[in-house]
C-alpha cells in the first residue's frame, strides 16, 4: 500500500521541487489541486508588475510604448519555445474565445466551398459555442464526430481533453484532416505548458490556449495564437482592428492587414496582463519543458495507482503518454464532495456531470498534496474507511 512516507520521498527526490519556492504560498497547509483551472502567482510576477505600474506606466507614461508595442510578440516569441513553433508563429493577445473565434472562421474562410466544421460535442463549452455561432452566422453544418472529414472546413480539437486528461494524437489527426482537405484547428488550453507539444513537427497550421492554468499567467491572463509562418500571409483574418494594419500609425481609412503573424492582432493589448503572462511562460521554460512533461506523467500515475489503492474511480487513461497533468475521480456524487473537500482545505474542480478534477501542476503541485487530497477525498466517499485527521498529518 502507498503511503504518505511514500510521498514524501517522492517529493524528496524530485528534480523540480524547488520551484515551488518561486510562486506565493500564503497557506502552507492547503492542498491545491486546481492548477489545471488557475496556476498559482510566481513570485517574479510580482516584482514584474510592480516594476511595469511604477517605471514604465508611472514613470515612462505614453514614452514605454516604444518598447510595450511589440510585446504580445515578444511574449509570443518565448511562449513558441513551449508549443514547437518557430519565431514569429505566435502572438499573445485577447481571450481564448476570441482568438479561437478568429481562426475558425479564417478556416471556414479558407475553405469556401465546404460546408461543415467538426467538432466534439463533449469539448470544452467554449470551442463547441464559438462554433456553433459561427455556423449559424454562415449557414454552415456542425458535425459532432471526426469520422468523415471529406466536407469538413475544419475540424476543431482539443489536444488534452478537460475532463479525462485523455490526450489526442496531433500529428496522427492533422495528417489525416490535411489528406481528406480539412484544417485542424488544436486547442492547447490544458496542455500548454505541462506537455511537450511539437505543433512544426505534427504539421499543425492553426491552434490556440490560455496561459492561466499551468503557464500560471493569473485569472483571465491573455490567450495565444499560433498561425503556421506559410499560412500567415494569405489568412483571412474576421475581426480588423489597428495594431493588425499596416502603418499603424498612419491612420489610414482602409484597412490593409500586416503580412505575418501581427494580422491576428486587434486592439490595444493590456500591459499589464501580457507581462504576468510573460513571467509564467518564463518560469516553464526556465524549468524546462520536458522535465515539466516527466513529472507530469509521475505524479498523476502516482495519483492513479492511489485511486485503485482506494477503490476510487477514474476515467483518466492509464498509459502516462496518453495523459495529460490533471487526474478524474469519477463519483455520482462529485459536486458534493468537491465542496466538502474545500471545507478540509482541499481545493479541487468539479466537472459535470460527476467528475472530481485532481489538477496535477508539475511545478507547484507535491506528491504529498496529491496523497493528502485523494485520501481526503476517500474519506468523504468511505466515510466508516476514513479518518477525521486533517490532511498532512500523516495519519490517514
Given amino acids: 500500500m502507498l503511503t504518505r512516507e511514500h510521498a514524501v520521498a517522492l517529493d524528496a527526490a524530485d528534480p523540480l521541487a524547488h520551484w515551488r519556492d518561486e510562486f506565493v504560498i500564503s497557506d502552507q497547509a492547503l492542498v491545491y489541486l486546481d492548477g489545471s483551472s488557475l496556476g498559482m502567482m510566481p513570485r517574479r510576477t510580482v516584482a514584474r508588475l510592480q516594476h511595469v505600474m511604477q517605471e514604465e506606466w508611472a514613470n515612462g507614461l505614453i514614452r514605454s510604448w516604444v518598447h510595450w508595442l511589440d510585446l504580445s510578440q515578444r511574449v509570443g516569441d518565448r511562449l513558441a519555445t513551449l508549443i514547437g513553433a518557430r519565431p514569429g508563429e505566435v502572438v499573445v493577445h485577447d481571450s481564448t474565445t476570441i482568438n479561437l473565434y478568429q481562426l475558425v472562421d479564417a478556416a471556414c474562410a ?20 464559438v462554433v456553433d455561432g459561427i455556423a449559424s452566422a454562415r449557414g454552415l453544418q456542425v458535425r459532432d464526430d471526426f469520422d468523415r472529414l471529406d466536407d469538413v472546413a475544419v475540424m476543431v480539437r482539443s489536444v488534452v481533453d478537460y475532463r479525462t486528461a485523455a490526450v489526442t494524437d496531433v500529428a496522427g489527426e492533422t495528417a489525416r484532416a490535411e489528406a481528406a482537405g480539412a484544417i485542424a484547428l488544436w486547442d492547447l488550453s490544458h496542455a500548454a505548458g505541462v506537455l511537450a507539444i511539437d505543433l512544426t513537427a505534427a504539421g499543425v497550421q492553426l491552434a490556440v490556449g490560455c496561459t492561466y492554468k499551468y503557464l500560471n499567467g493569473g485569472p483571465g491572463s491573455p490567450a495565444f495564437s499560433f498561425v503556421a509562418g506559410d499560412l500567415q500571409l494569405t489568412l483571412p483574418q474576421p475581426i480588423w482592428g489597428w495594431f493588425a494594419q499596416t502603418d499603424q500609425f498612419e491612420m489610414g481609412g482602409t484597412f490593409a492587414p500586416q503580412p505575418d503573424i501581427r494580422r491576428v492582432l486587434l486592439g490595444t ?3 499589464l496582463a501580457l507581462a504576468a503572462a ?31 489503492e482506494l477503490g476510487l474511480a477514474s476515467s483518466t487513461p492509464r498509459h502516462p503518454a496518453g495523459r495529460g497533468g490533471h487526474v478524474a475521480v469519477q463519483h455520482p456524487s462529485a459536486r458534493r464532495l468537491v465542496d466538502e473537500l474545500a471545507e478540509r482545505n482541499v481545493i479541487a474542480d468539479f466537472r459535470t456531470p460527476d467528475i472530481v478534477r485532481v489538477g496535477c501542476s508539475p511545478l507547484t503541485t507535491r506528491f504529498t498534496d496529491v496523497f493528502d487530497g485523494l485520501t481526503a477525498l476517500h474519506a468523504l466517499v468511505h466515510p466508516s474507511k476514513g479518518c477525521s485527521t486533517s490532511p498532512g498529518s500523516g495519519v490517514w
Fill in 110 to 129: 479558407l475553405r469556401p466551398d465546404r460546408r461543415v466544421i467538426a467538432i466534439d460535442p463533449a469539448d470544452f463549452p467554449t470551442d463547441r459555442y
Fill in 278 to 308: 510573460e513571467e509564467g511562460i518564463a518560469i516553464a521554460i526556465d524549468a524546462g519543458i520536458d522535465s515539466i512533461e516527466s513529472k507530469a506523467r509521475a505524479i498523476t500515475g502516482f495519483a492513479l495507482e492511489l485511486c485503485d
Fill in 269 to 271: 493589448p493590456s500591459i
